[in-house]
């Protein structure tokens, strides 16, 4: 996937067909090229690198469950997340098998 793909702001980064990306790997080498292209001040820079994996891999996990399939397919990594949402997500990214 090329980073073009990404679009990069002080409070958001938003992904577009992001559930091409399947591996941790591909995911954590993507975000990281994208960290070395932006400013620092981006939320992509900001953000705990495991955290965004984690949410990327339950919006994956719904699209290849066919639940909310017109919202998972592209992902929002929100700088600021809730306490409820980051939990929610360190449950259902680990069962996201498709590594």
Known sequence: MD???????????????SVTVKTKSDMRHFLTQIR???????AVCQRDL????REWRSHNLFYQLHVF?????????????????ELFCRVVSFFYFWD
């Open 3 to 17: 980073i073009k793909n990404a679009i990069t702001t002080p409070t958001n980064t938003h992904i577009t067909d």
């Open 36 to 42: 070395e292209s932006v400013s620092p001040d981006m």
């Open 50 to 53: 495991e955290s965004q994996v």
């Open 69 to 85: 399939r017109s919202r998972t397919r592209d992902v929002d990594l929100e700088l600021k997340q809730t306490w409820w949402r």
